[in-house]
């Protein structure tokens, strides 16, 4: 928490606005659209649900396509299940280990030529990092299927000047515990298109008709945010900045200590693009000479550090079997080599210089035990 999130609780509390509505929400909403340049923003219980009703927004029925990114989240593809849609799964591209251009115009072409183009794109910021958006819009745009961006983990990141979230046709930002701000649980939708994000609102509200009794012609989720949490994701609002110049400086000492070691890739910043650099990720390559990856996170894990692998590449996932998907190249798997050397290290903003250099210390050493590492222990 920054300090500040009381003040706001309190004024929920003193104006009795403890409901999935109210003046904090509406605030929260505007300041996050001011923020990142959007018209309009619905701010909603999680970030799921932003992608649930985004698909709903783009009229995706039972049996319609949706392509999405299969390095990622399960919770990027679940609202796709929702719908009775199908998943089809886009690999990665090695630069922002985001969603392959080549391999989602191979993807619509064929899907073209047998007449069923998908409903939606949903392209995902890993871990902060921009998808090389502009050539993702150029071929969405040339088979006309809109996007969604899953901008989950990548709140404060830019693209080209602009912010992560408002260049496809709607964007989702998440606030559960563990993104760059929290509201404990929470979401936001965002887009310039108001009349969606009016009906968006109407959705996420159980979509109760205008009359003077309680009237429903279609499906409606009980998705608003609550005005206390709302209160709680405006403080964390004001310190967005800071969290983000935080991780980046996380990420530039394990990148100044580490990068040395054999086998050991860092997640590179994509050209014209700021990342948040939400979680610090890196490749460790046992082959070319580096450790191997599952017994440095059991090492740590001994010292009560925890490092994670980065996600399974969805279209691997058991839920998923029998989705289709289109990989990078012919032969070439980028999602499924990153997950066979990634990991993220411990990268929040309230970590302290000592904890973070227990863990640089602590892979260092086991790196240097393990091979003929010539490096300085620090
Ligand atoms: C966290 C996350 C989500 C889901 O957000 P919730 O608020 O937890 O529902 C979706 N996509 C990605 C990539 C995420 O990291």
């Given at each position: 928490?920054?300090?500040?999130?009381?003040?706001?609780?309190?004024?929920?509390?003193?104006?009795?606005?403890?409901?999935?509505?109210?003046?904090?929400?509406?605030?929260?909403?505007?300041?996050?659209?001011?923020?990142?340049?959007?018209?309009?923003?619905?701010?909603?219980?999680?970030?799921?649900?932003?992608?649930?009703?985004?698909?709903r927004l783009l009229n995706v029925h039972p049996g319609d396509i949706v392509f999405c990114s299969t390095l990622t989240f399960v919770a990027t593809a679940n609202p796709i299940l929702y719908q009775g849609a199908k998943p089809v799964f886009i690999d990665s591209e090695p630069d922002t280990w985001n969603m392959s251009p080549q391999a989602l115009e191979r993807a619509l072409k064929e899907a073209e030529s047998v007449g069923v183009l998908p409903k939606a794109v949903i392209v995902v910021h890993l871990y902060g990092q921009s998808a090389k958006m502009d050539e993702i819009m150029d071929i969405c745009n040339k088979y006309d299927v809109p996007i969604i961006e899953d901008a989950a983990e990548s709140l404060g990141s830019s693209y080209r000047g602009k912010a992560s979230g408002t260049i496809g046709d709607f964007g989702i930002y998440s606030f559960n515990g563990n993104k760059i701000i929290t509201t404990s649980g929470g979401g936001m939708l965002v887009s310039n298109n108001q009349q969606a994000m009016e009906k968006a609102r109407f959705l996420a509200a159980q979509a109760r008709d205008t009359a003077p009794f309680y009237k429903h012609s279609e499906i409606g989720f009980n998705y608003r945010m609550s005005n206390l949490l709302a209160g709680i994701g405006r403080a964390q609002l004001e310190v967005l900045d800071d969290r983000v110049r935080l991780r980046r400086l996380i990420f530039n000492q394990y990148k100044e200590y580490l990068s040395g070691l054999p086998g050991v890739a860092f997640m590179e910043e994509l050209e014209n693009t700021h990342s948040n650099r939400w979680l610090t990720a890196l490749l460790i390559d046992e082959k070319g000479g580096g450790v191997s990856k599952q017994a440095l996170l059991d090492f740590l894990s001994d010292l009560n550090i925890e490092a994670r692998h980065v996600w399974k590449p969805l279209h691997t996932q058991p839920l998923f079997k029998n989705a289709p998907y289109y990989s990078h190249g012919e032969n070439e798997h980028v999602g499924e080599a990153l997950f066979e050397k990634g990991i993220c290290l411990p990268s929040g903003s309230g970590m302290t210089m000592g904890q973070l250099f227990k863990v640089i210390n602590s892979i260092l050493s086991f790196c240097s035990k393990r091979k003929n590492y010539s490096g300085v222990i620090i």
């Open positions: 928490m920054s300090g500040n999130e009381l003040k706001y609780i309190n004024d929920a509390f003193e104006s009795n606005w403890i409901a999935p509505l109210g003046p904090n929400v509406e605030q929260f909403e505007r300041e996050i659209a001011s923020l990142v340049g959007v018209k309009d923003a619905v701010a909603v219980s999680s970030g799921t649900a932003a992608i649930h009703l985004a698909l």
